[in-house]
């Protein structure tokens, strides 16, 4: 496998197949606006999110935590978190591993 490098501008997405070897599906640059929210579901993959500006709100169930820009987050296998762009927005980066249920 040749050596892959690329840049992810907002609101892309890059699928891993083809290019990485591991068991990362995706990679995602994302912009919420202030008020918006983005969903990540630990259904069949567990994710990473890293806040690269603003900040959010990560809600799950009945509690909310603040992150702030440089903050992360992990999302295991079967669980559910929502993220709330707060005052100013935020711009995340979410990548997401397949997780062998095998």
Request: hydrophobic content about 45%; charged content about 20%; glycine content about 14%.
């Amino acid at each position: 496998m040749a050596g892959f490098v690329t840049v992810l501008q907002t609101g892309d997405t890059l699928s891993a197949a083809g290019h990485f070897a591991g068991p990362w599906r995706d990679f995602r640059r994302v912009r919420i606006e202030p008020g918006a929210s983005e969903t990540v579901v630990g259904d069949t993959v567990e994710a990473a999110i890293f806040v690269m500006s603003g900040a959010v709100s990560v809600r799950v169930g009945d509690t909310d935590t603040p992150v702030e820009e440089g903050g992360a987050l992990a999302v295991g296998l079967g669980s559910r978190v929502d993220l709330v762009a707060r005052e100013n927005g935020a711009e995340l980066f979410i990548t997401t591993l397949n997780v062998d249920l095998g």
